[in-house]
């Protein structure tokens, strides 16, 4: 066997930068109570949710998603040029191809590598955890990560079980090299065998067959039950793998799904109580992709989280999949 060149990076990765692009329309419980038979009391009770965003007028995947990697960009202090590789997670571009990578890097300026991936709520922390190996691998020196998604398109208004839920927006963050560690190992995984938890109503080949669209269709309950057990373990082991106590850490911020949820996962992780927890989902909704980095630009653009802080990610959804690592805040 011929031993081949090896290439090695940064011994470190750290998150350089986070943005975010809010959608402009603002839909409350009352107007969703005109597509629903619900009530803004059993949505508040039941998710935390009091008013969620769609996309307005000019506002679809793309154009969210290159809102925030420009702020994103901008923010990291880089030129576009300088992205080695862009990664998009979304479940709701129009296209199967080409990538919307492809066309987000190209607009940045960058020739880098550029690619989709498809891991629903969890999308964000799979890039994040992509990206902390590209740039410890050297093959790339900044790498961009986004979560964008447009439910609002693949959801029907009508369904009671979904339609007050998911909602529109975009994350963006850039990861590069640093001296020391800001980013955690990524504990990440899958249970294919619960793939029909959340799904969609017809394939693509029967909707366009059928001239339909192919809503999110989900067990709730299922969802609910996993959510709040395996994966409030797995936030724990989340904790371990970056090598820390839950009392070293000063901000948590899981996937939107729920807030009864998210209470599940506190609970479970026994976090002290001055730690700062998203809760984006108030005003936000579920973004799936989008909803982590929503929430942590969010949060230190209010200023109750800060920069240089520790934190806590994990997200969990469609697959069924998840992953989640510990930051430090850029
Ligand atoms: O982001 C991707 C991952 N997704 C998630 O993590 C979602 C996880 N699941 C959930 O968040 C919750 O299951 C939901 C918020 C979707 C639903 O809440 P739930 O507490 O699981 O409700 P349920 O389906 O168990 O229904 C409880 C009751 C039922 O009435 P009865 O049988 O107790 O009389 C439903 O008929 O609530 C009723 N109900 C509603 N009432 C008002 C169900 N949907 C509604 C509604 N408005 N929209």
Not at 158 to 169: E, K, M, N, V
Request: proline share 3%; net charge negative; charged share 15%.
């Amino acid at each position: 066997m011929t031993a081949l060149t090896a290439r090695t990076g940064s011994p470190f990765a750290k998150l350089l930068s986070v943005a975010s692009f809010v959608p402009s329309r603002v839909v409350d419980n009352a107007e969703m109570c005109t597509y629903i038979d619900s009530s803004d009391e059993w949505i508040q009770q039941r998710t935390g949710i009091a008013e969620r965003r769609w996309v307005g007028e000019g506002e679809n995947v793309e154009t969210m998603a290159l809102d925030a990697a420009r702020t994103a960009v901008e923010r990291a202090g880089i030129d576009g040029s300088e992205l080695g590789a862009v990664i998009v997670s979304t479940v709701t571009y129009y296209h199967q191809t080409p990538s919307l990578a492809a066309k987000l890097a190209f607009q940045l300026g960058s020739t880098g590598a550029a690619f989709d991936i498809s891991a629903a709520c969890a999308g964000f922390c799979y890039g994040i955890g992509q990206a902390e190996s590209l740039v410890r691998s050297g093959a790339a020196k900044y790498v961009l990560v986004i979560g964008v998604e447009e439910l609002s398109r693949f959801t029907d208004i009508h369904d009671r079980g979904t339609a007050f839920l998911f909602a529109d927006g975009a994350g963006a963050a850039v990861v590069g090299p640093s001296d020391v560690n800001g980013i955690g190992p990524v504990v990440w995984g899958s249970d294919g065998g619960q793939a029909s938890a959340i799904t969609q109503t017809v394939e693509w080949s029967e909707a366009l067959e059928g001239g339909t669209t192919p809503y999110i269709a989900m067990d709730g309950r299922a969802v609910f039950k996993w959510a709040s057990g395996f994966i409030a373990d797995a936030a724990r082991h989340v904790l371990d793998a970056a090598g820390l106590t839950p009392d070293q850490l000063d901000v948590f911020i899981p996937h939107q799904a729920n807030n009864r949820i998210t209470d599940a996962m506190l609970r479970s992780l026994k976090l002290p109580e001055h730690i700062v927890v998203a809760r984006t989902i108030r005003q936000f909704g579920n973004n799936s992709a989008a909803s982590v980095p929503m929430a942590m630009d969010q949060l230190l653009s209010t200023g109750e989280a800060k920069k240089g802080q520790t934190a806590l990610l994990i997200g969990f959804g469609a697959g069924l999949v998840y992953a989640g690592q510990v930051v430090t805040l850029p």
